[in-house]
């Protein structure tokens, strides 16, 4: 589990994580706007079903890919959170 | 973006900042690429935004990272974020993404600064969610002050461990204990490779001060560990490890690795440059001269994607690689080459002087690297074993690119980057070769996301 | 009595020819230059195709196919195979007449394994065509395998049987003493009474070292492939007026070939991909599919293939040496081929001679080409 520590306000946008409406700090990247908000697994492997969440942070293991705004396969750490995004959990290959 | 820059630099940690700065200081027109939002790189990641209080918990040497960006926006090289390349040629063209548009543009000279990522040693269990790099457990804090809530443990080797174990402390976080590989032996090791200067001794007392603050906090700190293991269903709940003879066990939600960075060469090797395996630091590297030219006309490498080194070295190294791109482009003789880079050349040599004994004191033990367990995930992305690894290895398949082949380790979306190293150790072990002798990966383009869609955007007008 | 052979090329046409011959007890041993499968055997597109085939080939083919609908019972694997069909799409009235002409053509020729559909068909097997489409040429037998994993499948089959392979082994001379051949190599000399050239786009120096050149072109033909997408389409698609091969494969990732060449460095075996080219490719498919705008790239290749100036490959009895084969030059299309190419060859090396038509296949049709 994370949490967030105690800093000054930041301006933020709403997102949507798995149907839920979550407020989080502008210019924070998906993957990170997700772990703070503890939804466990982020997708289920495409070969055996297995459950992942983002592991480097920093664009080199694809193991955060979601589905953005409808669109699967998105890499979670390398995208800015915006006002409005659908964030979901993505299953093997697609939505 | 223009189609052609005289200078295109790829990365925007201290040694691109610090690169195209220089570059652009003498006149040069230079575009810095960075996938990123926001230069720093990883180690500087996000310092125009990190509030102060943040910046202070990180440490001293994140601030030195205010001064280069600052120097950097300052200069009249031509920052470029949100671009992602996807591939490099011989010749130097680049394809890119600059905000989700496909482009292909070309320059004199290419720079390329694209750091390090963390060593992967797979593990069983190592894909549960709960398990991340401490590198990644850096960015969440740096980037958004986000720290494991139910504490934490920190294991592998390497300096960055008992930093990052150093910040969380400060930030209030629990840390459970920081399990390290290192084993007395190591520091017997390294010990030849001490050198004598006083600037070592810097390094060391930072660690050993390190190390006393955790112990006073009740960090359980253990030396020596092996056969690490992550455990749990959904998720990590508890990890396993062996220390002093017997298996120890310790319920957690959150475990950290580290086994150390290794240069990001994907770049490099896409554009057929020539890499060799160096058997301290445990990595492939380009093969590069003093100035950090590589095996191809026009292409250079600066800072930790052309082997470890750290970020001051770095910012030295991409000076460096700046005065020889403008003698190379006829800016300067070099006569004045050599006498704008000789500060930056003396400061380094003084900073590598640590590396040697640093690499050996923080070496991953062999067997941690060349034999993993059986049932360990070691291509993430298409989920292949260890032990898969080796039946293909025992069929005939007797490199990594025919391994790649039959069992698709290396055809996801993360091209091997995740799984490279350790199929060439197993490839090694298991058909008595040394790492020097192992193949790589084959590299092909895209190395980054490139949709059908933004390919077919490019080259309107070619005819059918 | 030839029991002995040497065959030069451990790709498919290599390990195809050493299994059928080892199966009629000639001891074989294949010289490989770097390992199994490096080249076009191990990257091509995997197609099973035999729909729109040159008439010249269409007996091979029709033979291959009924072949890998049993490959298992040769191979002891499946090589995963799947036989979904395969389409040539027509976009106008104008590909339609040249589809039905090709249907009458193999109909006149007796065979019946391609024929005619409509749009009401062609949008019942392929639901995500763009919808501009009239209709198509189909084969319902046509399909796909793995093309590692089929080599992978006749090597080993081949092995068991005493096929030798000798990799990383260059072949540097070849000459003929007192009725056998004599291979030079740098791991050592190899001799044996019959040679065997499969030695794909290497081929021609050994044709030329035979004292029978032929213009054979290497060529780097691309390819791509995507992230895995949840299945979505059946067959395999190409089109009657647009370079494309489009496959989905098992594991969902799509598999985009076309003919569009790489830049190609033969001395280095360095391929670079042309992007201008692979555009063209990537715009081919978005006119047939636009849904699949978002779909990323994973890889691009381009593996070195024989390309022969009539698109024929050189199949049969050396013209100038005695003793001597070729099975090569495939010009992008060998992998279908491939089971029937092995027993043809063992055919004649064994028997003297095979049922099936070698004529246009024959390397005599190059001989006035012969150039300085």
Not at chain 1, 23 to 38: D, K, Y
Not at chain 2, 239 to 261: A, E, N, P, Q, W
Not at chain 2, 425 to 432: G, H, P, W
Not at chain 3, 229 to 235: G, K, Q
């Amino acid at each position: 589990m994370f949490k967030r520590l105690d800093e000054s306000p930041r301006q933020t946008v709403t997102v949507i994580i798995n149907g839920h409406h979550v407020v989080v700090p502008e210019g924070e990247s998906v993957a990170a706007a997700v772990l703070a908000e503890n939804i466990g697994f982020t997708r289920t492997t495409p070969v055996n079903n297995q459950p992942r969440a983002p592991f480097c942070m920093m664009g080199v293991c694809f193991d955060c890919l979601m589905v953005i705004d409808g669109v699967p396969n998105q890499q979670a750490c390398m995208v800015q959170v915006r006002d409005g995004m659908r964030i979901e959990r993505q299953h093997g290959s697609g939505v | 973006m223009n189609d052609h820059y005289r200078l295109v630099i790829i990365g925007a940690g201290p040694a691109g900042l610090a690169a195209a700065t220089v570059a652009a200081d003498h006149g040069v027109e230079t575009a810095l690429l960075d996938e990123q939002p926001a230069p720093g790189g990883q180690i500087f990641r996000a310092i125009e935004s990190a509030p102060d209080k943040r910046a202070r918990q990180l440490g001293p040497e994140y601030r030195r990272g205010e001064k280069l960006v600052s120097a950097f926006r300052h200069s009249s090289a031509r920052y470029y974020p949100d671009t992602q390349v996807w591939s490099l040629s011989a010749d130097r063209e680049i394809g890119l993404n600059h905000r989700q548009q496909a482009q292909v543009i070309s320059a004199d000279q290419v720079l390329l600064a694209n750091g390090a990522f963390e060593r992967p040693v797979p593990f069983p269990g190592w894909t549960l969610p709960g398990v991340m790099n401490a590198g990644a457990g850096q960015i969440l804090f740096k980037g958004s002050g986000i720290v494991p809530a139910d504490g934490v443990v920190l294991a592998g080797s390497g300096p960055l461990l008992l930093l990052l174990a150093w910040q969380y402390l400060r930030a209030g976080v629990k840390v459970r204990a920081v399990l390290d590989t290192i084993s007395r032996s190591n520091y017997l090791k390294a010990l030849p490779w001490l050198p004598k200067a006083l600037m070592v001794h810097h390094h060391i007392t930072q660690g050993l001060r390190y190390q006393q603050t955790l112990r006073l906090a009740g960090v359980e700190l253990h030396n020596g560990i092996s056969d690490l293991q992550a455990h749990g269903s959904e998720s990590l709940e508890t990890i396993s490890y062996r220390h002093k003879g017997s298996k120890h066990r310790l319920k957690t939600d959150s475990l950290l690795i580290h086994f150390g960075v290794i240069p990001n060469i994907h770049l490099s090797q896409a554009a057929g440059c020539n890499h060799y395996w160096h058997a301290r630091q445990q990595c492939w590297r380009p093969e590069l001269d003093l100035w950090g030219s590589s095996s191809i006309d026009g292409i250079l490498v600066a800072g930790d994607g052309g082997g470890i080194g750290g970020a001051r070295t770095a910012e030295h190294a991409g000076r460096i690689a700046a005065f020889q791109v403008l003698h190379n482009l006829g800016v300067i003789s070099q006569r004045e080459r050599d006498r704008e880079a000789a500060r930056d050349r003396k400061w380094m040599k003084a900073d590598l002087r640590i590396r040697p004994f640093l690499e050996k004191l923080f070496s991953i033990p062999d067997s941690m690297l060349r034999i993993p367990h059986d049932n360990a995930i070691v291509c993430r992305c298409e989920e292949v074993t260890a032990g898969e690894i080796r039946s293909a290895i025992a069929e005939g398949h007797g490199d990594s690119n025919q391994v790649k082949f039959l069992t698709r380790c290396g055809m996801g979306p993360c091209q091997g980057r995740q799984c490279a190293q350790a199929v060439a150790q197993i490839v090694a072990d298991k058909t008595s070769l040394p790492m020097k002798k192992s193949t790589q990966f084959r590299v092909r383009p895209p190395l980054k996301p490139l949709t059908l869609g933004q390919l077919a955007s490019l080259y309107p007008d070619e005819p059918e | 009595m030839k029991t002995d052979a040497i065959i030069i090329g451990g790709g498919l046409m290599g390990s195809s020819t050493a299994l059928q011959l080892a199966m009629r007890g000639v001891r074989c041993r294949i010289l490989e230059k770097e390992s199994p499968g490096r080249h076009a055997s191990g990257v091509n597109a995997g197609g099973l195709r035999q729909l729109n085939r040159h008439p010249a080939e269409i007996p091979l083919t029709v033979e291959a196919a009924r072949m890998w609908r049993d490959i298992e019972s040769l191979l002891d694997s499946d090589c995963d195979a799947r036989f979904p069909g395969q389409l040539r799409v027509a976009e106008s009235a104008q590909d339609l007449e040249l589809l039905e002409q090709r249907a009458a053509l193999v109909r006149s020729l007796g065979y019946d394994h391609e024929e005619m559909i409509g749009r009401d068909e062609l949008y019942q097997l392929v639901p995500a065509l763009a919808p501009h489409c009239v209709g198509a040429l189909i084969c319902r037998q046509d399909g796909y395998a793995r093309p590692f994993h089929a080599l992978t499948a006749f090597r080993h089959k081949a092995s068991s049987l005493g096929v030798e392979y000798h990799v990383k082994t260059i072949v540097d001379a070849i000459e003929r003493e007192r009725g056998n051949w004599r291979v030079t190599t740098r791991k050592g000399d190899f001799q044996a009474p019959v040679l065997v050239n499969c030695a794909g786009a290497w081929a021609g120096r050994i044709a030329t070292s035979l004292g029978e050149p032929v213009p054979l072109k290497p060529g780097a033909p691309m390819m791509m492939v995507t992230e895995r997408l949840p299945h979505f389409i059946d067959p395999v698609i190409g089109a009657a007026s647009r370079k494309l091969s489009f496959k989905q494969m098992q594991n969902g990732t799509l598999l985009i070939g076309g003919a569009h060449m790489a830049d190609l460095d033969f001395q280095q075996q360095s391929t670079q991909i042309s992007w201008p080219k692979l555009a063209l490719s990537a715009r081919t498919v978005m006119a047939l599919f636009p849904q699949l705008n978002d779909v990323r790239i994973v890889r691009t290749w381009a593996g070195i293939e024989a390309f022969m100036p009539d698109n024929l490959p050189v199949i049969g009895r050396s013209s100038s040496a005695e003793d001597a084969w070729h099975a090569f030059g495939f010009s992008a299309h060998g992998f279908q081929l491939s089971p029937v190419v092995g027993k043809i060859l063992a055919e004649l090396i064994v028997d003297g001679a095979t049922s099936f038509p070698l004529e246009p296949f024959a390397i005599s049709r190059f001989n006035q080409n012969q150039t300085g």
